[in-house]
């Protein structure tokens, strides 16, 4: 039994590292149009580096440049499309989609809404702030977040467990602050344009577990590649 559940556990693992790297290289197909030099492109220099951390091999990051950027033939053309609604409980939700089918996408996100309410543009994004996220890690005890954030640009920040923290930054200034806050003894481990819910609702016990359970459904399906909840905790 022991051997089985190693196996099983090991092709869980790997089925879950596949979607992420395909989640990864579709932000650097899109990301690749506006140029293939990271230098020049703060959105491919962004995903190359989120790539780096999940130790996405180099001729994968590569070839996904290149076919970005229309170096190779077979280009991909993916699509952008957010969905918005509510999770049970009335819980906000908003769903970001990479798609070469918006056909697809959308029966598939219909059906995953069936356990709560698929909503128009619109109808809960003003319930939210559209800002840049960027989590980080505290290079040592004497970090201090709050010097960290007003030196390095971020309207905002929130601190986690064990020196990690979240910094808020507006959506322009996201690239400025993940470059200026490794000076101020932060680690950046992910920086993107998202958001960030303004009311948060609060829950526990099995409705907890409901709503966590329908967010997992939803972030399984390979279209989906950001989910926003607001959700408090």
Same mark, same amino acid.
């Given at each position: 039994m022991g051997a089985q559940w190693k196996a099983k556990h090991r092709a869980v693992a790997a089925d879950a590292k596949g979607k992420l790297f395909t989640k990864l290289v579709k932000e650097i197909l899109i990301a690749a149009r506006n140029g293939a030099?990271?230098?020049?492109?703060?959105?491919?220099?962004?995903?190359?580096?989120?790539?780096?951390?999940?130790?996405?091999?180099?001729?994968?990051?590569?070839?996904?440049?290149?076919?970005?950027?229309?170096?190779?033939?077979?280009?991909?053309?993916?699509?952008?499309?957010?969905?918005?609604?509510?999770?049970?409980?009335?819980?906000?939700?908003?769903?970001?989609?990479?798609?070469?089918n918006v056909n697809r996408t959308i029966t598939a996100i219909r059906m995953l809404f069936r356990k709560g309410q698929l909503g128009s543009s619109g109808s809960v994004s003003w319930d939210?702030?559209? $800002?840049?996220? %960027? +989590? !980080?890690? *505290?290079?040592?005890? &004497?970090?201090?977040?709050? $010097?960290?954030? %007003? +030196? !390095?640009? *971020?309207?905002?920040? &929130?601190?986690?467990?064990?020196?990690?923290?979240?910094?808020?930054?507006?959506?322009?200034d996201l690239d400025l602050v993940q470059k200026a806050l490794p000076e101020f003894g932060y680690t950046v481990e992910s920086a993107k344009i998202?958001?960030?819910?303004?009311?948060?609702?609060?829950?526990?016990?099995?409705?907890?577990?409901?709503v966590e359970a329908f967010l997992a459904a939803i972030d399984e399906n390979d279209d989906v590649h950001e989910v926003y909840v607001g959700l408090a905790g």
């Open positions: 030099d990271p230098d020049m492109n703060p959105r491919l220099r962004l995903a190359i580096t989120a790539a780096k951390k999940q130790s996405m091999p180099r001729d994968t990051l590569e070839r996904a440049i290149k076919k970005g950027s229309g170096q190779l033939d077979g280009q991909v053309n993916y699509e952008k499309v957010v969905y918005e609604g509510f999770a049970p409980h009335q819980v906000p939700v908003i769903v970001e989609c990479l798609t070469d939210f702030d559209h $800002v840049g996220l %960027i +989590e !980080a890690t *505290a290079d040592s005890a &004497e970090s201090d977040i709050e $010097v960290a954030a %007003i +030196e !390095a640009g *971020a309207q905002d920040f &929130e601190a986690g467990e064990d020196g990690d923290a979240l910094f808020i930054t507006d959506t322009t998202g958001y960030r819910p303004k009311n948060p609702v609060t829950l526990t016990g099995e409705a907890l577990e409901e």
